[in-house]
């Protein structure tokens, strides 16, 4: 017996240990079966583990929608976690060509790709290593300047669940992609890294909860318009050279993002 009472070592967290009637407990989150044994995996199921979890709703995953905007080396991160979650389609969108001086952080590519687009290697090798004898999810790739194609993100944000912005496009257009999953009511991961640092945001989306816009520190203001200084970077102050290079912006700042949104 442990300190608990239970007749199992080690350590009992709270709902484990909660009273019979608990909806923890109801759930089936005891200590007895936790320490039980796995049962036999499910032949070919590549998803059987994460279908035993308690509470863990797999038939929900696989019916979302997500919209990958950026193939950076957070973005293509990202798609591929979503993959290997079993996410059931994914939309890729991105400009760019693979290089080689991406290999060293881009997961979803080969020196063999190197110099096709972006979003035709990413395709090409989450089709080629998706997770064995699992139904592999709906792809869908755009090779397109999401700046000026606008009107298009629009479109694929409707048809989504839910948006990752990767795209190191400014804080204007993280701005707009913000503005635009407010309308929408989309949950939206914001995720960039930069020399030594690297940060991501969530916002649920939900009426009357903090957007992206709203919870970002006011040194990280998204309206911050000085190219030497991005979201994420260091707090330690600029050298007197930076801030002598740094443009002066005076008057108010005016954009408009084309696409609309009903």
């Given at each position: 017996?442990?300190?608990?009472?239970?007749?199992?070592?080690?350590?009992v967290r709270q709902e484990e240990n909660g009273p019979e009637d608990s909806e923890q407990c109801?759930?089936?989150?005891?200590?007895?079966?936790?320490?039980?044994?796995?049962?036999?995996?499910?032949?070919?199921?590549?998803?059987?583990?994460?279908?035993?979890?308690?509470?863990?709703?797999?038939?929900?995953?696989?019916?979302?929608?997500?919209?990958?905007?950026?193939?950076?080396?957070?973005?293509?991160?990202?798609?591929?976690?979503?993959?290997?979650?079993?996410?059931?389609?994914?939309?890729?969108?991105?400009?760019?060509?693979?290089?080689?001086?991406?290999?060293?952080?881009?997961?979803?590519?080969?020196?063999?790709?190197v110099g096709r687009a972006k979003v035709e290697v990413a395709l090409e090798t989450l089709r080629?290593?998706?997770?064995?004898?699992?139904?592999?999810?709906?792809?869908?790739?755009?090779?397109?300047?999401?700046?000026?194609?606008?009107?298009?993100?629009?479109?694929?944000?409707?048809?989504?669940?839910?948006?990752?912005?990767?795209?190191?496009?400014?804080?204007?257009?993280?701005?707009?992609?913000?503005?635009?999953?407010?309308?929408?009511?989309?949950?939206?991961?914001?995720?960039?890294?930069?020399?030594?640092?690297?940060?991501?945001?969530?916002?649920?989306?939900?009426?009357?909860?903090?957007?992206?816009?709203?919870?970002?520190?006011?040194?990280?203001?998204?309206?911050?318009?000085?190219?030497?200084?991005?979201?994420?970077?260091?707090?330690?102050?600029?050298?007197?050279?930076?801030?002598?290079?740094?443009?002066?912006?005076?008057?108010?700042?005016?954009?408009?993002?084309?696409?609309?949104?009903?």
């Amino acid at each position: 017996m442990n300190a608990a009472g239970m007749p199992h070592p080690g350590y009992v967290r709270q709902e484990e240990n909660g009273p019979e009637d608990s909806e923890q407990c109801k759930a089936g989150a005891t200590l007895e079966r936790r320490k039980e044994p796995p049962l036999p995996e499910a032949a070919g199921d590549a998803f059987d583990r994460q279908r035993l979890i308690c509470g863990f709703d797999h038939g929900l995953v696989a019916r979302q929608t997500v919209l990958v905007l950026g193939l950076g080396g957070v973005g293509q991160g990202a798609a591929l976690a979503l993959a290997r979650l079993g996410v059931g389609a994914i939309i890729l969108v991105d400009a760019g060509v693979y290089e080689a001086s991406d290999l060293n952080r881009q997961c979803l590519g080969s020196p063999s790709q190197v110099g096709r687009a972006k979003v035709e290697v990413a395709l090409e090798t989450l089709r080629a290593h998706h997770l064995v004898g699992a139904p592999a999810p709906a792809l869908e790739g755009f090779r397109m300047d999401a700046l000026a194609e606008w009107a298009q993100v629009v479109r694929l944000a409707r048809r989504s669940d839910a948006v990752f912005n990767a795209m190191g496009a400014g804080p204007l257009w993280d701005h707009a992609v913000n503005g635009l999953c407010l309308e929408l009511g989309l949950p939206l991961v914001r995720g960039e890294s930069e020399e030594w640092s690297a940060r991501v945001d969530l916002a649920s989306g939900r009426e009357g909860t903090r957007c992206q816009a709203c919870a970002a520190p006011p040194a990280d203001a998204l309206f911050c318009l000085s190219p030497r200084r991005t979201r994420g970077s260091s707090s330690r102050p600029p050298s007197p050279e930076l801030e002598a290079d740094r443009p002066e912006v005076e008057g108010e700042v005016e954009g408009e993002v084309e696409g609309e949104v009903e």
